[in-house]
């Protein structure tokens, strides 16, 4: 199957500084990726959608200026989130979605601690 | 709009028991259908899909069926093992949706 990979797969930081989290489809083009947050007790919360080439899609709430996503391949999107605090502590989930646009393949998921 | 809504958890059941998680949509359209499941600290993880209705998602002894007359996608397994303890999430999506839509999650817990 489809394969989506995340760099790094855990980061703890200082209040203040900006970290970038990468999200790859390995062994397929991925024209659409999305960037999921997950908050305790498991609930997924979608934050913004990607698109290869063009502006990302921000779901209603989401800050575009904190959490900056660049989809500069069809095999590359970043989050970068930026001057994190440490509500910004979180899981984060990337998925991929394929040109058929049938299912979407998830990474493993970037643990961020901001401290 | 497009929904789904799943059984809160959690889910607590004895080493061979039966299991089933309810997951109901909401969906303008022909969508399909999925069930990811999620080990602790991990991402998720595809564990079966249907794409349209009647048709019956399998794997690893789950099963769902798309049932379009109760728009439902109930999880069941007829022998829980201590390690599908796990959060289980339905959701609905497919080609003529741009975003896929992702119900609470479910936590299992399977005790020896």
């Known amino acids: 199957g489809a394969v989506v990979s995340q760099h790094p797969s855990w980061v703890i930081c200082k209040s203040g500084t900006s970290v970038k989290i990468e999200c790859r489809s390995l062994d397929f083009q991925a024209t659409t990726m999305f960037w999921y947050r997950q908050f305790p007790k498991q609930s997924l919360m979608l934050m913004a959608t990607s698109n290869e080439g063009s502006k990302a899609t921000y779901e209603q709430g989401v800050e575009k200026d904190k959490f900056l996503i660049n989809h500069a391949s069809l095999t590359l999107s970043t989050l970068t989130v930026t001057s994190a605090h440490p509500e910004d502590s979180s899981f984060y989930i990337c998925?991929?979605?394929?040109?058929?646009?049938?299912?979407?393949?998830f990474g493993p998921g970037t643990r961020l601690t901001v401290l | 709009g497009d929904s789904v809504t799943q059984m809160e958890g959690p889910v607590t059941l004895s080493e061979e028991a039966f299991l089933t998680i309810n997951c109901t949509y909401t969906?303008?359209?022909?969508?399909?259908l999925f069930w990811y499941v999620q080990y602790p600290g991990e991402g998720l993880q595809l564990l079966l899909k249907?794409?349209?209705?009647?048709d019956k998602g399998s794997n690893k002894g789950f099963e769902a069926t798309y049932r379009k007359e109760t728009t439902s996608f109930h999880l069941e397994k007829g022998s829980v093992q201590v390690s599908d303890s796990a959060v289980y999430f339905c959701?609905?999506?497919?080609?003529?949706?741009?975003?896929?839509?992702f119900g609470s999650g479910t936590k299992l817990n399977v005790k020896p």
């Open positions: 969906a303008t359209g022909y969508p399909s």
């Open positions: 249907a794409t349209k209705a009647d």
């Open positions: 959701a609905l999506g497919g080609l003529n949706f741009n975003k896929f839509y």
């Open positions: 998925s991929a979605r394929d040109r058929w646009g049938s299912e979407q393949f």
